[in-house]
């Protein structure tokens, strides 16, 4: 046999092998299931909203309809949450025993036991499921949590409570909230504000300490109602404080003020609106 002649053979043998691989793929794609519907008694609507309570509970489910009553008392819930299925299309439930979530396979398995027939319409026409599409993200997100959504993928800070610190061994320590609403600062506090053992929340006007609490609030006025990127603006502190000095040095206190607040915004919302 030639070099040729052996080649020719290989190649009609891996025609012949794929041959037989696309046409036993195009076999088994073609759902049996549509196939053995047609054998299924049909049910109509009219029919299927007969039985729509605990004595007689049928269901639609992806087009084919299930006497369910038996299963009902041995459902894992209290019996309304399948009983008001009864009767109706039930699709939508089934695909979200909770929001987004559809049974379990071994509750596929179940649901066969009680198979009685396929929904048609007047004209005898199968039913599809009207709820098939709905079970799209943005549909199962309340507008809060799309808005939230949104502003994620775009990079822009959340609306929500944040809180972050500037800390250094237990000697500095600057603890900040705020709120940011539409992406301004409202409500901002510092919650702890220290350096060593001096505490600057509780000091009093003629400590020797005050104006450094009093230039530190100022920075807080200053960010009010501003966007979040005026945060920038502390880096130069004279467009922020009126009392800029070595005693101060208001430069390296904006620094701390700029640090906690963006450890806030890394760490994410502490609390929704
Ligand atoms: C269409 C209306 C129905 C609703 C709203 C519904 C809802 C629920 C809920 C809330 C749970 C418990 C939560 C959980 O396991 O995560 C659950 C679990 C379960 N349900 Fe349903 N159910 C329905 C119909 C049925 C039917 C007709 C069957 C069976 C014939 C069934 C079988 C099961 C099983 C076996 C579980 C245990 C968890 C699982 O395997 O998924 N349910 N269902």
């Given at each position: 046999?030639?070099?040729?002649?052996?080649?020719?053979?290989?190649?009609?043998?891996?025609?012949?092998?794929?041959?037989?691989?696309?046409?036993?793929?195009?076999?088994?794609?073609?759902?049996?299931?549509?196939?053995?519907?047609?054998?299924?008694?049909?049910?109509?609507?009219?029919?299927?909203?007969?039985?729509?309570?605990?004595?007689?509970?049928?269901?639609?489910?992806?087009?084919?309809?299930?006497?369910?009553?038996?299963?009902?008392?041995?459902?894992?819930?209290?019996?309304?949450?399948?009983?008001?299925w009864c009767g109706r299309e039930a699709?939508?439930?089934?695909?979200?025993?909770?929001?987004?979530?559809?049974?379990?396979?071994?509750?596929?398995?179940?649901?066969?036991?009680?198979?009685?027939?396929?929904?048609?319409?007047?004209?005898?026409?199968?039913?599809?499921?009207?709820?098939?599409?709905?079970?799209?993200?943005?549909?199962?997100?309340?507008?809060?949590?799309?808005?939230?959504?949104?502003?994620?993928?775009?990079?822009?800070?959340?609306?929500?409570?944040y809180r972050g610190v500037f800390i250094?061994?237990?000697?500095?320590?600057?603890?900040?909230?705020?709120?940011?609403?539409?992406?301004?600062?409202?409500?901002?506090?510092?919650?702890?504000?220290?350096?060593?053992?001096?505490?600057?929340?509780?000091?009093?006007?003629?400590?020797?300490?005050?104006?450094?609490?009093?230039?530190?609030?100022?920075?807080?006025?200053?960010?009010?109602?501003?966007?979040?990127?005026?945060?920038f603006a502390l880096y130069e502190p004279?467009?922020?404080?009126?009392?800029?000095?070595?005693?101060?040095?208001?430069?390296?206190?904006?620094?701390?003020?700029?640090?906690?607040?963006?450890?806030?915004?890394?760490?994410?919302?502490?609390?929704?609106?």
């Amino acid at each position: 046999m030639t070099i040729q002649k052996i080649a020719y053979s290989v190649f009609v043998a891996f025609m012949a092998s794929l041959f037989t691989l696309v046409s036993v793929n195009a076999l088994s794609s073609s759902d049996p299931d549509d196939a053995a519907d047609d054998d299924l008694d049909p049910i109509t609507l009219e029919e299927l909203a007969e039985h729509d309570g605990a004595e007689s509970c049928w269901k639609a489910i992806h087009g084919r309809v299930y006497d369910v009553t038996d299963y009902v008392p041995d459902h894992p819930t209290e019996e309304d949450v399948v009983l008001e299925w009864c009767g109706r299309e039930a699709t939508e439930g089934w695909d979200n025993k909770r929001p987004g979530v559809p049974h379990s396979p071994r509750a596929e398995g179940l649901l066969e036991a009680y198979l009685i027939g396929r929904l048609v319409d007047e004209e005898g026409e199968p039913v599809e499921a009207a709820t098939e599409d709905t079970d799209t993200v943005a549909e199962r997100l309340s507008p809060a949590e799309d808005e939230r959504l949104h502003r994620a993928m775009l990079g822009l800070p959340l609306d929500g409570r944040y809180r972050g610190v500037f800390i250094d061994r237990g000697v500095i320590q600057v603890n900040i909230t705020f709120d940011l609403e539409d992406g301004h600062f409202t409500g901002l506090a510092y919650r702890h504000l220290a350096y060593r053992d001096d505490d600057y929340l509780a000091m009093e006007e003629g400590d020797d300490l005050y104006p450094v609490l009093v230039q530190y609030r100022q920075i807080l006025e200053r960010l009010e109602g501003q966007p979040v990127t005026a945060i920038f603006a502390l880096y130069e502190p004279e467009r922020v404080v009126d009392d800029v000095d070595g005693y101060t040095g208001a430069t390296l206190r904006g620094a701390k003020v700029i640090s906690a607040i963006r450890d806030a915004l890394n760490r994410g919302v502490y609390a929704w609106p």
